[in-house]
């Protein structure tokens, strides 16, 4: 079975400044790869996704996040950030033309002025 | 094209009762999942399902806990006999094959 290690709970960051969110994964097989975000009281949206191909996908939000199949991870970047940004933040892996998912514990990113 | 839809949106429920949580999926998706949020967790597999037929419930906790997806009409989750430990956030994603999961606006259950 897949595990996904999100290794940052709270993400405090200023507007305007980059961030990373990690995501590593452990898996004996190929994976499907996903970051979602959840806004507040909201549910799910999917942010991007790697299924195959560049190892590099980007968002229409700014985003992008890079397999690196050696170091078993997903992490996800911006390099600026803006208030509307704040939100929860999932990675989550499945097996290739698998369908369960199995969600990293989250990273809640929180914008500040 | 609206996206999944899931009712209600908070459910209250006292021990013993029932609750019936619904999904309607994407238009020409026919695959659906529900995944259950507790407090501090990420999301856990619970179920999947095409129309009338349950492909894998090894998520599903083995009593109380039922779902179906009819021919006509939307998924439902059904949970007898609530406790609070049932607690929680129920989401439904749906997809048009087994790869990416769009998911709905979740059904956050209280139990009191």
């Known amino acids: 079975a897949q595990s996904v290690t999100q290794l940052d709970s709270q993400v405090p960051v200023f507007e305007e400044a980059p961030v990373e969110l990690r995501c590593n994964y452990s898996?004996?097989?190929?994976?499907?790869l996903f970051w979602y975000v959840q806004y507040p009281n909201q549910g799910l949206q999917l942010l991007l996704k790697?299924?195959?191909?560049?190892?590099l996908v980007e968002s229409i939000n700014g985003f992008e996040a890079e397999f690196n199949k050696s170091q078993t991870s997903f992490h996800l970047r911006k390099p600026s950030v803006h208030i509307s940004d704040t939100a929860e933040y999932f990675c989550a892996v499945s097996k290739r033309r698998d369908y369960k998912l199995s969600f990293g514990a989250g990273t809640t990113v929180t914008v500040r002025a | 094209n609206a996206g999944v839809m899931q009712n209600p949106r908070h459910l209250v429920r006292r021990r013993g009762q029932e609750a019936r949580l619904r999904c309607s999926p994407m238009?020409?998706?026919?695959?659906v999942y529900w995944y259950r949020q507790l407090p501090e967790e990420g999301l856990k597999f619970m179920v999947y399902?095409?129309?009338?037929?349950?492909?894998?419930e090894s998520g599903m906790p083995k009593e109380r806990f039922s779902a179906e997806f009819p021919k006509e009409g939307p998924s439902i989750l059904r949970i007898q006999q609530v406790v609070r430990g049932d607690s929680a956030a129920y989401f439904c994603a749906s997809s048009p094959s087994e790869e990416t999961q769009y998911f709905g606006p979740g059904t956050r259950l209280l139990v009191l």
């Open positions: 238009k020409g998706h026919s695959h």
């Open positions: 399902l095409q129309k009338e037929n349950i492909i894998d």
């Open positions: 898996s004996s097989v190929s994976v499907y």
């Open positions: 790697y299924l195959s191909g560049s190892t």
